[in-house]
């Protein structure tokens, strides 16, 4: 008899539009972990006599104006994207869950820090990011952290509506009677019963912060240029898009199927998970 884990991974990927956005995820994680070997040159070193050359045998996806291949340097801005976007999902789950998770269980603490949730979620995310980052600085961790606290309500207001119907649960009801501590029933009880949401909710704000990190970069206010990231490359070449197009065309079909690959995919994770929705599948 299958396990659970196989049981579930089959009914997720028996459609197949679900089965194709993770292989090509996968296709870039592989790419982002494996990009010494995978790309074919240095993603920064400089053949200016090769600037703006088009798609060929020697460059599979061409040059950009200072003639570094663009194949590698989307490889490798993989590397940075995917792991900006991940390192922001880890944040922000941990954060908005334990956020949330108070929010939830202390009704005395739900008011005042819903209210500072509804004050950030009010303002744009672009806006919100861009005037982080003027402030900390043009780094990673700082691009990391704008991002994180950009995202992590979203987080909070998932963990928080779950947690209170949870709460008035039965099982949360005897735990308390029988002298459970308030950490054990938040993280045993709670928290394991809430998982579900923010699982789905993490591949959303993952596709999110990818997008999110590519405006940022295009903007002139993400990562420092010389680190190879998707939304950089558009940003510099943007000049030159109209006498060589794949120097923007390449790097924009990147974001493109990562983020929708991880919404397609949280898609098949919340159809799944949710039992009304998994039911009318």
Same mark, same amino acid.
């Given at each position: 008899?299958?396990?659970?884990?196989?049981?579930?991974?089959?009914?997720?990927?028996?459609?197949?539009?679900?089965?194709?956005?993770?292989?090509?995820?996968?296709?870039?994680?592989?790419?982002?972990?494996?990009?010494?070997?995978?790309?074919?040159? !240095?993603?920064?070193?400089?053949?200016?006599?090769?600037?703006?050359?088009?798609?060929?045998?020697?460059?599979?996806?061409?040059?950009?104006?200072?003639?570094?291949?663009?194949?590698?340097?989307?490889?490798?801005?993989?590397?940075?994207?995917?792991?900006?976007?991940?390192?922001?999902?880890?944040?922000?789950?941990?954060?908005?869950?334990?956020?949330?998770?108070?929010?939830?269980?202390?009704?005395?603490?739900?008011?005042?820090?819903?209210?500072?949730? !509804?004050?950030?979620?009010?303002?744009?995310?672009?806006?919100?990011?861009?005037?982080?980052?003027?402030?900390?600085?043009?780094?990673?961790?700082?691009?990391?952290?704008?991002?994180?606290?950009?995202?992590?309500?979203?987080?909070?207001?998932?963990?928080?509506?779950?947690?209170?119907?949870?709460?008035?649960?039965?099982?949360?009801?005897?735990?308390?009677?029988?002298?459970?501590?308030?950490?054990?029933?938040?993280?045993?009880?709670?928290?394991?019963?809430?998982?579900?949401?923010?699982?789905?909710?993490?591949?959303?704000?993952?596709?999110?912060?990818?997008?999110?990190?590519?405006?940022?970069?295009?903007?002139?206010?993400?990562?420092?240029?010389?680190?190879?990231?998707?939304?950089?490359?558009?940003?510099?070449?943007?000049?030159?898009? !109209?006498?060589?197009?794949?120097?923007?065309?390449?790097?924009?079909?990147?974001?493109?199927?990562?983020?929708?690959?991880?919404?397609?995919?949280? !898609?098949?994770?919340?159809?799944?998970?949710?039992?009304?929705?998994?039911?009318?599948?």
């Amino acid at each position: 008899m299958a396990s659970p884990t196989v049981a579930f991974l089959k009914r997720l990927f028996r459609r197949k539009l679900v089965l194709a956005a993770a292989c090509v995820l996968l296709v870039f994680v592989l790419a982002a972990l494996f990009a010494p070997w995978v790309a074919p040159y !240095d993603p920064g070193a400089l053949r200016v006599i090769r600037r703006l050359k088009p798609p060929s045998e020697l460059n599979w996806l061409g040059t950009d104006e200072f003639g570094r291949d663009v194949l590698s340097r989307i490889v490798y801005g993989a590397r940075a994207s995917l792991g900006i976007g991940a390192a922001v999902v880890a944040i922000s789950i941990a954060a908005g869950s334990a956020i949330g998770l108070t929010a939830g269980y202390f009704r005395r603490l739900d008011p005042p820090i819903m209210r500072m949730v !509804d004050a950030v979620m009010a303002l744009p995310d672009i806006l919100l990011a861009i005037f982080l980052v003027a402030i900390l600085g043009s780094s990673i961790f700082n691009v990391v952290f704008a991002l994180a606290i950009v995202y992590t309500p979203r987080v909070v207001r998932v963990v928080r509506a779950s947690a209170l119907v949870v709460r008035e649960q039965q099982f949360v009801e005897a735990a308390r009677a029988i002298g459970a501590s308030t950490p054990r029933i938040l993280f045993r009880h709670i928290l394991m019963n809430v998982t579900s949401p923010v699982l789905v909710q993490a591949t959303f704000i993952f596709a999110y912060a990818v997008l999110a990190e590519a405006g940022l970069s295009f903007l002139g206010a993400g990562v420092p240029p010389e680190v190879p990231t998707w939304g950089e490359m558009i940003a510099s070449a943007q000049q030159y898009a !109209d006498q060589a197009f794949w120097v923007v065309l390449f790097p924009g079909l990147a974001i493109v199927l990562a983020a929708l690959s991880l919404q397609v995919v949280g !898609d098949g994770l919340r159809d799944q998970l949710d039992p009304k929705l998994r039911k009318a599948l």
